[in-house]
């Protein structure tokens, strides 16, 4: 049975992770505490750099290391496999601690897409969610699995594209 309420932001388009954030940012206005761990390639740090002012409500986790220009061979797909699993078990930990009421996962449906992680994996993390929780999920491909768990679903499709940063 769904708990809580869990959103889904997916598609080809930018703006996926910056909606997620307005939302965040919104929880924080109302004295609500917001984690958010990023999944897949997040290494631009200097895009994040003004929330750590926010540091103590608003915590954000990496798990990745940073491979920027790095060939991804098999033996540093198993190493971004570990890391991962490591970020998912940590999902797992705030969820069992009520460490916050806002759970942003940024990316984790990349890692359904490209076989990290499979759709059970993500149904039995939104079975988790507690009644006072919002977990909201990001991500390009939206697994079928999830559909029925999930309470909003919006698809970022871009009509037009000219951003540099």
């Known amino acids: 049975m769904n708990k809580g309420h ?11 992770t910056c909606v997620a954030l307005g939302r965040s940012l919104r929880a924080l ?11 897949m390639d997040y290494h631009d740090k200097k895009e994040f750099a003004f929330l750590e002012n926010l540091e103590q409500d608003f915590r954000i986790f990496h798990f ?4 920027n220009g790095e060939e991804i061979t098999e033996e540093v797909k198993k190493d971004i496999a570990v890391e991962i699993r490591n970020a998912y078990n940590f999902v797992n930990k705030i969820l ?12 984790i449906l990349e890692c359904v897409e490209e076989g990290y992680l499979t759709g059970e994996d993500l149904v039995a993390i939104l079975d988790k969610t507690p009644d ?4 909201i999920l990001t991500g390009s491909v939206l697994p079928e699995e999830i559909i029925p768990k999930v309470d909003a679903i919006y698809q970022i499709v871009p009509e037009k594209q000219n951003i540099d940063f």
């Open 96 to 107: 069992d601690t009520d460490e916050c009421e806002v759970l942003m996962l940024d990316g």
């Open 29 to 39: 206005g109302n004295d609500k505490r917001v984690v958010m761990i990023q999944f």
């Open 6 to 16: 869990i959103s889904v932001y997916y598609g080809a388009g930018k703006g996926k």
């Open 64 to 67: 990745e290391k940073n491979r």
């Open 132 to 135: 006072n929780m919002e977990m």
